[in-house]
C-alpha cells in the first residue's frame, strides 16, 4: 500500500506531473501521474504538466500532443503549463527554457562551484532523469581541478567540455513521504555532476531545479528510481537559494520478469492500454495497486478523491 504522510505547515499545494515525450506513455508513467494528481487536489490544491524535452533527438513535440491526450482520455487535466503554456510562469516546455537556466549556470559558476569536464558517459546521459536501475555512474573527479581538492591541472581553452557541479563530502538528510528518512553522502553516493553537456544540452538536474523552484512546485511525487536525486537536488536548491519541495517516492510497477516499465515494453503502453480498457478501468486497477481500493474495479478519479 502506498503511504503518503502528510507534511507539517503546508502552504497552498502545488503538485507536478513532468514527463519526457521521448514516446507513449506507459502503465508506470499513469501510475505516477494519477497519485501526483490525487495528492495535489485531494488537498485543494493545483497540478502542474511540464515537458521535459531537453533531449532534442529523443523527445518529439507528437509525444507531447500525446501524452496530454493521454491524460486527457484518463481524466487528467492540468490547472497549468503544457504545451500551450497554460499560466503565467512558463514556457513549460525545458526546450524553451534555456535562457533561464544559463542564468542560474552563471550564478553557480560565479560562485566557484563548477568546473570543465571532458569525460563521456554521464554527460551524455545527463539529459535524462537518473533512475537507479540504468546502471548509475558516481563520477571519480577525473577533471576536478586541484583547488576543488582534485588533481587535474589540464587546459581545457581549445576543447570541448561539458560543465560539472563541485559536491562536498556532506551527509545529505532529508525525510521522504513514503519511504521515510534518508541519509546519502553527496561525494561517496553521488559525486560532482553535470550541469550542462559538451553540445550544449542541460542536464537534468540543474533543469528540473530551477523548473520546479520557479514555477512554484510544492511537492513532489515521482518514482522510486528516483530517490537518489534528492540529494543532488537538494545541494543545488541550497546553493542557489531555493525553498525545496516536499518528496514522495513510489514503489515501481514492474512487468512480469521484474523490470521497471519502460517505453520499450509496447504491450503496456497508452496506445495498446486505450484499445483494450475503458479510463476507468484503467484508473480503478491502478488504484488498487496503490491500495487507495480493495478491488481493481472502475472509477473515476473524481470518485478517488475522498478516498485518498
Not at 160 to 187: C, M, W
Amino acid at each position: 500500500m502506498i503511504t503518503f504522510v502528510a507534511m507539517k505547515d503546508e502552504k497552498m499545494i502545488k503538485g507536478r506531473f513532468a514527463p519526457s515525450p521521448s514516446g507513449r506513455m506507459h502503465l508506470g508513467n499513469v501510475y505516477a501521474a494519477m497519485l501526483s494528481w490525487l495528492s495535489a487536489k485531494s488537498r485543494g490544491g493545483t497540478w502542474l504538466l511540464r515537458i521535459e524535452d531537453l533531449d532534442p533527438q529523443r523527445c518529439k513535440r507528437e509525444y507531447a500532443l500525446q501524452l496530454e491526450d493521454d491524460l486527457r482520455w484518463l481524466g487528467m487535466d492540468w490547472d497549468e503549463g503544457g504545451t500551450e503554456n497554460r499560466g503565467n510562469l512558463g514556457p513549460y516546455s525545458q526546450s524553451e527554457r534555456s535562457y533561464i537556466y544559463k542564468v542560474y549556470l552563471d550564478k553557480l559558476k560565479a560562485k566557484g562551484l563548477t568546473y570543465p569536464c571532458v569525460c563521456t558517459r554521464a554527460d551524455i546521459l545527463a539529459t535524462q532523469a537518473p533512475h537507479e536501475s540504468d546502471g548509475r555512474v558516481v563520477y571519480k573527479g577525473t577533471c576536478r581541478p586541484v583547488r576543488l581538492g582534485g588533481c587535474c591541472e589540464c587546459d581545457y581553452s581549445d576543447v570541448s567540455s561539458a560543465t560539472r557541479l563541485f559536491v562536498p563530502d556532506k551527509e545529505i538528510t532529508f525525510v521522504d513521504g513514503h519511504y521515510g528518512e534518508q541519509n546519502v553522502n553527496l561525494a561517496t553516493n553521488c559525486g560532482d555532476f553535470i550541469l550542462q553537456r559538451k553540445d550544449g544540452a542541460w542536464a537534468y538536474q540543474l533543469a528540473v531545479v530551477v523548473d520546479d523552484a520557479l514555477m512554484g512546485v510544492t511537492e513532489v511525487v515521482r518514482g522510486r528510481d528516483l530517490l537518489l536525486s534528492v540529494p543532488q537536488q537538494l545541494y543545488l536548491y541550497d546553493v542557489l537559494g531555493f525553498e525545496a519541495p516536499k518528496f514522495w517516492h513510489l514503489p515501481l510497477l514492474c512487468n512480469e520478469v521484474g523490470q521497471r516499465l519502460s517505453k520499450r515494453d509496447k504491450s503496456l503502453d497508452m496506445g495498446v492500454i486505450r484499445e483494450k480498457y475503458t479510463a476507468e478501468e484503467v484508473i480503478g486497477w491502478l488504484a488498487c495497486q496503490a491500495g487507495i481500493t480493495d478491488k481493481a474495479e472502475a472509477v473515476s478519479l473524481e470518485e478517488l478523491l475522498p478516498l485518498f
